[in-house]
């Protein structure tokens, strides 16, 4: 097999272009999230809810969040641990959830989370029960009647029942139906997913890294475990070299030479575009991380800074809040990583614009 050599010039627009990013927009919502397989949930708006910021970013003015809230509600899509996925990419994950925590012998904290959830074998029952009468519910409507309570160093510390739910989700019984608001809505999963038989865990496996790579474009064959989606993609696609980046990638052979047309785009601080740290310094040599667990003195960029697409180079961060009460996007800062030409400053100052008019508010501007 081929191994095809790239240039780091290459490889981002191989990127871009394979996150919907280019000039030519996506012509709805399913094809966004079908094309890049998941969109992430996250509860911080200092701007916009982030799905809704990832949708608007490839779909423009068109998109309104209520496309999205009827899409989740005729099941088009659906929600599986804090994503947005087609629905017809749950058979993907139907062969783990039957066999979790996993085959063969277990890592000890597997096993851990194994021994957790038979020890509490009653309340799991007990909150099936609960959700077949009377689903679907919000987990404070669940019953906690476990007899060893969750521990944890962090937040999830006796948080037993939400803990329960995120096992049972994995294991294949329940599945969030709805929100009210904030509040994940539960149900039993055979009422949520749709009815199709699983391929075998191997094939799904395959299946899944293949998906993956395509909304990529290109990523590294192994990496670390990440706990809900991998930033590797296994023996996907075909293996590639970066001009100046050391190490083996593996890239989609059909964006290889695709023409490529981009334009400026502000994307939300967990946009997939810039979700692997470590792929975004190696390709796009952009430092960044979201600052929102940060004490305020520690920020570089601001709470919620949107970095900055332009063509296939990430070029700065804009440091915004939507204050909505007094009706203005507030920009605090647009964080130059290189310097911006005329070209360069109008495009982004426009697009600050755009963003202003979609929230419906004004753009107050440094």
């Known amino acids: 097999m081929r191994v095809h050599e790239l240039t780091r010039t290459q490889a981002r627009r191989i990127a871009v272009g394979a996150q919907l990013l280019g000039r030519e927009r996506p012509a709805g919502l399913l094809d966004v999230v079908r094309g890049l397989t998941l969109v992430q949930i996250d509860p911080t708006a200092a701007v916009a809810p982030s799905a809704d910021l990832v949708l608007w970013s490839r779909l423009g003015a068109d998109y309104r969040p209520e496309h999205l809230t009827a899409a989740l509600e005729d099941r088009s899509v659906l929600e599986l641990r ?26 000890y904290w597997k096993q851990a989370r194994k021994d957790w959830v038979a020890a509490n074998e009653d309340c799991r029952r007990d909150i099936l029960e609960r959700l077949e009468k009377a689903g679907p519910l919000p987990s404070r409507e669940l019953p906690d009647t476990c007899v060893v309570p969750w521990q944890s160093t962090g937040w999830t510390n006796h948080r037993n029942v939400s803990q329960l739910l995120e096992f049972m989700v994995l294991r294949g019984e329940v599945a969030v139906a709805g929100r009210d608001g904030r509040d994940r809505l539960w149900d039993l999963a055979c009422r949520v997913y749709p009815e199709e038989p699983a391929p075998p865990a191997g094939e799904a496996l395959r299946e899944r890294n293949a998906r993956r790579l395509r909304a990529l474009g290109i990523a590294r064959a192994r990496g670390p475990e990440c706990p809900v989606e991998p930033m590797d993609v296994g023996d996907a696609g075909e293996p590639a070299v970066v001009e100046g980046v050391r190490g083996k990638w593996r890239v989609d052979p059909e964006a290889v030479g695709r023409p490529f047309a981009g334009r400026t785009a502000l994307l939300s601080p967990f946009d997939r575009l810039v979700h692997d740290r470590k792929r975004t310094a190696e390709l796009f040599g952009f430092d960044y991380q979201a600052e929102i667990y940060k004490p305020a003195a520690k920020r570089r960029w601001g709470y919620y800074a949107l970095p900055i697409l332009h063509q296939d180079r990430l070029v700065g961060k804009v440091d915004a809040t939507a204050d909505r009460a007094a009706g203005v996007l507030r920009v605090a800062r647009i964080h130059r990583d290189e310097e911006f030409g005329t070209t360069l400053e109008a495009a982004v100052r426009r697009e600050i614009r755009a963003l202003a008019r979609w929230l419906g508010l004004d753009a107050e501007l440094p």
């Open 82 to 107: 804090a994503m947005i996925r087609p629905a017809e990419d749950l058979r993907l994950y139907r062969a783990d959830m039957a066999e979790w925590p996993g085959p063969g012998e277990l890592v």
